[in-house]
C-alpha cells in the first residue's frame, strides 16, 4: 500500500434487501485484515433485512425511507447528508435498489462503487438474470463498477461470470451468480482500499499488480 494512504479507508454500504454481498464485504474486511473499516450501513428502507445483521456486528447503521420524501433529490439530499456524517473514503452499493440523481453520483465520482448482476454492458436494468435466459447468452455474471450518471454504467473494476446450464430458471441462475458476486466484489474493493486501483484517462481501470480480474465459478 503506498505510504501516503490513512491507515484504514473508510467503508460506507448502502443496501435495500437482504445484504448478503454487505455480509462479504463486512467478513472480507476483517478476515482478511484489510486496511480499512465499515463505518456504517444505510439502507434504503427500515425494514431491510441486512441491517439487523449489521448491528449485531456492531457496525452503525441508518435508514431513510423514499415514501418520507416529497422527490427524489430530496431523499438523495438527506442519504448525502447521513452517509457524510461517516466521512467515507468509497460509499459501496450492494443490493441499493434505487436509481441515483447525478447530484448524488457527482458528488461522490470516483469513490462511488456497485454491483450489479449481469456482465455489463448486457442487461442494465432489472431482471438481468431473466433477461440472460430470454436472450440465450451462455455466460452470464456480475460486474462492479465506478457509478456514473448513467445508470448501470461506469468503469469495470471486476466480473464474475457462470455458464449459464440446461434447466437454469431466473432463481437458480440468479444463486449461482450471487456466489461469484460475493468473490468479485470483495476482491474489487480491497483493491480499492489498497491503494491500486487507477482510471486511465480513457475511463478504464488498471488495477496495481495486474490481479486476475474475471472470478468465475470452477472451472467454466
Ligand atoms: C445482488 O444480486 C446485487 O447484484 C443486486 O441485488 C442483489 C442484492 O443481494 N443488485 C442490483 O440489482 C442493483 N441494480 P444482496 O442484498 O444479498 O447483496
Redesign the pocket.
Known amino acids: 500500500m503506498p505510504e501516503s494512504l490513512p491507515l484504514k479507508r473508510r467503508l460506507v454500504i448502502l ?8 455480509q462479504a464485504l463486512v467478513h472480507a474486511c476483517r478476515d482478511e485484515a484489510w486496511p480499512a473499516e465499515v463505518c456504517a450501513v444505510i439502507a434504503s428502507r427500515p425494514d431491510a433485512a ?1 441491517l439487523s445483521w449489521a448491528r449485531e456486528q456492531g457496525i452503525a447503521t441508518g435508514a431513510l425511507y423514499h415514501k418520507d420524501f416529497p422527490s427524489r433529490e430530496a431523499f438523495d439530499t438527506a442519504l448525502a447528508e447521513e452517509i457524510d456524517r461517516y466521512q467515507p473514503d468509497y460509499v459501496l ?5 434505487r436509481v441515483l440523481t447525478p447530484g448524488f453520483v457527482n458528488h461522490y465520482a470516483g469513490r462511488l462503487v ?4 449481469s456482465l455489463l454492458p448486457m442487461f442494465p436494468g ?1 431482471h ?1 438474470h431473466a433477461q440472460a435466459l430470454a436472450t440465450g447468452v451462455q455466460l452470464h455474471g ?1 460486474t462492479v463498477h465506478f457509478v456514473t450518471p448513467v445508470l ?1 454504467h461506469g468503469p469495470i473494476i471486476a466480473q464474475g461470470c457462470v455458464p449459464v446450464r440446461v434447466g437454469d430458471t431466473p432463481d437458480i441462475l ?1 444463486d449461482r ?2 456466489a461469484v ?1 460475493h468473490q468479485a466484489y470483495p476482491a474489487a474493493v480491497r483493491w480499492l482500499v489498497e491503494g491500486r486501483v487507477r482510471l486511465t484517462v480513457d475511463h478504464r481501470v488498471e488495477v496495481d499488480g495486474d490481479p486476475q480480474r474475471l472470478f468465475t465459478e470452477g472451472e467454466i
Not at 114 to 117: E, G, K, L
Open positions: 443496501i435495500s434487501g437482504r445484504g448478503s454481498n454487505m441486512g452499493l450492494a443490493g441499493f435498489m456497485n454491483i450489479h448482476p432489472l438481468t456480475c448501470d440468479a451468480v450471487l458476486e
